[in-house]
């Protein structure tokens, strides 16, 4: 059976999130707003990662079951949030995050973005060599906001710029233009990033 690549409607993202929350999965499996930053990453990584390898590293499984009516249907809403990620990026769509693009923390003392960019960095960090193959100083230009957002490392100048909460939301608020950025760049290398930062090489803890 193909997979769909439309959006995922509210209620099976309400039904994905409880699930991923649910003691169904791995204390260490994803959450939806973390899933959503990894299969981000995953649509734009210069090197395909084979659907077993990364089905694993989101639901912390390994192997991945579905054993039942119920997990094949979930692992089924992944694929297709996946197929759609990659078509908003070939296809230079916008990319709706399922956050808001800010480092302040909501009612529930919680910053959504963070975990969001956690999520992204995961992905990341499991295939640090290839994403910064070529064009090292560009790819960790673009990732600037992204390591800011993640909070995975005690570097002494990103802490500072957390400091100043107005250039942190400005850095925050081109995540959704750098998505496409850091596509383009990994395939139309004569293109620059936009970025106005020259940032450094991301490093850090996998998980959060």
Same mark, same amino acid.
């Given at each position: !059976?193909?997979?769909?690549? =439309?959006?995922?409607?509210?209620?099976? +993202?309400? /039904?994905?999130?409880?699930?991923?929350?649910? =003691?169904?999965? /791995?204390?260490?499996?994803?959450? #939806?707003?973390?899933?959503?930053? #990894?299969?981000?990453?995953?649509? +734009?990584? @210069?090197?395909? !990662?084979?659907?077993?390898?990364?089905?694993?590293?989101?639901?912390?499984?390994?192997?991945?079951?579905?054993?039942?009516?119920?997990?094949?249907?979930? +692992?089924?809403?992944?694929?297709?949030?996946?197929?759609?990620?990659?078509?908003?990026?070939?296809?230079? /769509?916008? +990319? %709706?995050?399922? *956050?808001?693009?800010?480092?302040?923390?909501?009612?529930?003392? %919680?910053?959504?973005?963070?975990?969001?960019?956690?999520?992204? !960095?995961?992905?990341?960090?499991?295939?640090? =060599?290839?994403?910064?193959?070529?064009?090292?100083?560009?790819?960790?230009?673009?990732?600037?906001?992204?390591?800011?957002?993640?909070?995975? %490392?005690?570097?002494?100048?990103?802490?500072? &710029?957390?400091?100043?909460?107005?250039? *942190?939301? /400005?850095?925050?608020?081109?995540? @959704?233009?750098?998505?496409?950025?850091? #596509?383009? &760049?990994?395939?139309?290398?004569? =293109?620059?990033?936009?970025?106005? #930062?020259?940032?450094?090489?991301?490093?850090? @803890?996998?998980?959060?």
């Amino acid at each position: !059976m193909s997979i769909s690549s =439309d959006p995922l409607t509210d209620g099976q +993202i309400d /039904q994905l999130d409880a699930y991923l929350l649910s =003691d169904k999965v /791995q204390e260490e499996a994803l959450d #939806y707003i973390a899933l959503h930053g #990894y299969l981000c990453a995953l649509a +734009i990584s @210069p090197a395909p !990662m084979p659907e077993h390898e990364w089905l694993e590293q989101v639901m912390a499984e390994n192997p991945v079951a579905e054993n039942n009516s119920e997990r094949h249907e979930i +692992i089924n809403l992944i694929r297709q949030e996946f197929a759609f990620l990659r078509e908003c990026l070939e296809s230079d /769509q916008d +990319i %709706d995050l399922p *956050c808001d693009l800010t480092l302040e923390l909501d009612q529930e003392d %919680d910053c959504l973005l963070e975990y969001w960019a956690q999520g992204f !960095m995961e992905l990341i960090f499991s295939q640090e =060599d290839i994403w910064f193959a070529e064009q090292e100083e560009d790819v960790a230009e673009c990732l600037l906001p992204f390591m800011l957002a993640a909070k995975l %490392d005690e570097d002494a100048e990103l802490e500072e &710029l957390r400091q100043q909460p107005e250039f *942190c939301q /400005q850095l925050c608020e081109q995540i @959704p233009e750098l998505l496409q950025d850091l #596509y383009l &760049l990994f395939r139309v290398p004569a =293109d620059k990033p936009k970025g106005g #930062y020259s940032g450094k090489k991301a490093s850090g @803890p996998k998980k959060h």
